[in-house]
């Protein structure tokens, strides 16, 4: 047995800091905790509290980190590099094999101790996998089947996909002992601990999967560690969390937290400002001074490890030439948009990559330049006649969404591409298929400090993009697997910056448009600090 080596892993654990004991009985005798209202534009998409099915950026906001918790944690408040979690360390038995010691006296919020059991079943082809297979299927021998319920609930379709994007090769979690657990990958991977700590790889109570009717009664409240539990959700309208007074973490600050749907801005803000909620969530740019006028109140945020992007459908008639979808890359002022909707406050990034990512960051990376010209003449070498180009769009899911969509139809139109906006009412509608699925909004985030965790996730062939059969590149196929299974960093960087060139100009899958950015208003007598993330933490010591 071996520790890891700093070449063949990304994230190290660290030392856990004993979280303070407050008796429980002192909390009911004085329990004077707050109860707090936050406005927001979405809750979830999917109707779900289901960390694998809904893999968004409102979701981020309401799971963590106050529902769902990893193994490896990320400084939430920080850099969001990783540090213990639900686990207090790990090490590398070899570039396939992970062990993790698990923290004991974690208590889920049904009261059941966590144990290796709700590792592994987390983690099982009943709650995660269904009937997907790991990539080297042939690792995979009947005595190592992950162990499953006695109780079978019928998945939804897209969660073992989910799975397969995150763990696309993991055939085994193993409970050495009711404290240990060892992740065996079928193949060499230096992203595992990266993978245990993204979207998606929290931990749930084996029971509390077991004891539910359906899986949709599970996944509106589901029995997880977080310092908050479930009270009420109301689909489309709000979800109640009331605290876990036996978090391991130490007493949640709040007696209990609403979020509550209100899609308009305005709205948002004038609740906030009339006392009706203590937090107002997705304020523009344009905004923040209206509220800060106000002088009992502040606007905190900034950019996010999250890009906005407009994607291509390369099997729409229009589109199937790369040089039509190079002609929109080209036509696009970015800076413009950065100057003129976000007052400067994101930016225009080095492509579909963060200086997070360390080592295979590529700072010199471009994005594709504003060239109007060269815009036209790719038009008229790809033989473009003008006919219609539909772009599909959600109303305001993003902020200036509406906003940044209607410049990007002026300013493709200025190079000659006839697009037509429509805007639709959910993601089913965005991603469906047929003749007039061209172009679409999207964002994607980097859960985690390796390109694997966006541009292969993503984008790669089990990414969602060629899962729903828009977009695919045989090269650029074949770079992902160097990417997922090399351990030679060299080769893992170039080989990045190879993906980034067919991707973003050679065949383009998508235009990273700029860094997201996110910003919430709140009353400046609540003493708070926000993520640079969707997530809002609301855990002992950042409330009061």
Known sequence: MRETSRRSVLWMGGAAVAAPFVPRFAIAQTDNRPRITIAVQKIVNSNTLDVLREQSNVGERVFFTSLWEALISRDWLGNLMPQPG????????????????????????????????DVVFTFSRER?????????????????????????????????????RAWPDLVRVEAVDRYTVRFHNGSPDVT?????????????????????????DWARKPITTGPYKVVEFRPDNSLTLEAHDEYWGGTPPLKSIRFVEVPEVASRVAGLLSGQYQFACDIPPDQISEVEKNAAFEVQGGTILNHRLTCFDKNNAQLANPLVRRAFTHAIDRQAI????????????????????????????????FNPTLARDLLKQAGYKGDAITYRVLNNYYTNQNATAQILVEMWRSVGINVQMSTVENWSQ????????????????????????SLVNQHGPNGQQQQIGEWSNAEMNQLCEVLETSTDRALRRRSFRRMLEICEHEDPAYTVLHQNATFTAKAKSIRWKTAPAFAMDFRPGNYA
């Open 86 to 117: 639900l686990a207090t360390g790990w090490k590398r038995l070899d570039d396939q094999t992970v062990e993790l010691q698990l923290r004991r006296g974690v208590k889920f919020h049904n009261g059941d101790e966590m144990t290796a059991e």
């Open 128 to 164: 995660m996998f269904g009937d997907t297979q790991p990539k080297n299927r042939a690792t995979l021998r009947t005595s190592e089947n992950i162990p499953t319920s006695r109780v079978t609930k019928e998945l939804p379709a897209e969660i073992p996909a989910v799975a397969r």
């Open 192 to 216: 595992l601990e990266g993978r245990l700590a993204r979207y998606g790889s929290d931990i749930m109570s084996r029971r509390g999967w077991e004891e539910a009717a359906s899986y949709l």
């Open 338 to 369: 950065v100057d003129s909707l976000w007052a400067g406050r994101t930016k225009v990034p080095a492509g579909l990559q963060w200086d997070y990512y360390g080592d295979m960051f590529h700072a010199d990376w471009k994005v594709p330049e």
């Open 430 to 453: 965005i991603m469906a298929r047929g003749p007039q699925r061209a172009v679409r909004d999207w964002s994607n985030s980097a859960p985690f400090n390796d390109p694997v965790s």
